[in-house]
């Protein structure tokens, strides 16, 4: 049910945007979510559409991108990306990280857990 609040939360933030480029509708919205975020994109969509009804976001798409794993070294702060594991258990069964700069081992994951609104088209 947690999808709820953040559904409605960018519902706000999208249509704020979209007034303010004198749009009549929202299409589409780009939302990116964090590796770890278990924020499920069926259940995005549907409380989308139920939430949007009366708004000008009536109707838009939904697109959900994951964001990818960011680590960073210890040793020389480097900061890089790593591939999702296909099974998408992200956190888990991970392959031990180094750091393509300078070989290290104490690299830390600072990809965050929440989500962020990437583009959306309006008319
Ligand atoms: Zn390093």
């Known amino acids: ?3 709820l609040p ?7 933030v999208c249509v704020r945007h979209a007034r ?9 919205i780009e939302l990116q979510v964090g590796p770890f ?21 009536a109707g838009a798409r939904l697109e959900i991108e ?3 794993l960011i680590f960073r070294c ?3 702060e480097h900061e890089f990306e790593v591939p999702l594991p296909d099974n998408g258990a992200a956190g888990a069964g ?10 290290g081992a104490d ?17």
């Open 20 to 28: 303010q480029n004198n749009a009549r509708r929202i299409l589409k």
């Open 107 to 123: 690299c830390s994951c600072i990809a965050e857990k929440g989500y962020r609104i990437g583009n959306m088209e309006i008319i």
């Open 6 to 12: 953040v559904i409605s939360r960018v519902i706000d």
């Open 74 to 76: 210890a040793g020389c």
């Open 66 to 68: 994951k964001l990818p």
């Open 37 to 57: 975020s278990d924020l499920e994109a069926e259940w995005m969509q549907r409380y989308f559409d139920h939430i949007s009804k009366t708004t000008l976001a």
């Open 1 to 3: 049910m947690h999808e």
């Open 94 to 103: 991970l392959p031990e990280i180094i750091c393509p700069e300078c070989g």
